[in-house]
């Protein structure tokens, strides 16, 4: 098995794309711009956490959105530490598990879909 590690360079590149994302602050109130201000800080303390295997994510906080037929829907929101640690660790991952994968695969895959999948189904019922 494949060692993986969390280095600043991969947690620099996850908060990246966290910012690019423009997510709001979780439970602990700190947004994306308030964890830039002492960045080096911030990362350095989350490889040193996930190094010595202390890291835990905060609590997520719920909030309900109205949905377009009126009913809520409850969205979790992650703290912006923990969205960059789950982004590092997804960025490792990922490129190791997507060669796992079968070509009729969709749910939680970047590029697919629920429609993409439907269709794939539509076409294998119609041969």
Request: aromatic fraction near 8%; include cysteine.
């Amino acid at each position: 098995m494949k060692e993986f590690s969390i280095n600043h360079s991969s947690l620099s590149s996850a908060f990246q794309h966290v910012k690019e994302n423009h997510g709001c602050a979780g439970v602990d109130g700190v947004t994306i711009e308030r964890f830039e201000e002492n960045l080096d800080l911030n990362l350095a303390k989350l490889q040193d956490e996930a190094e010595r295997q202390i890291y835990f994510p905060l609590p997520l906080m719920k909030i309900l959105v109205e949905k377009k037929n009126g009913e809520p829907r409850t969205l979790c929101i992650p703290v912006v530490r923990d969205r960059v640690v789950e982004t590092a660790v997804l960025q490792l991952i990922e490129p190791v598990l997507e060669k796992e994968f079968e070509e009729c695969s969709f749910a939680y895959r970047k590029g697919r879909s629920v429609r993409q999948a439907v269709y794939k189904i539509k076409d294998y019922y119609d041969i």
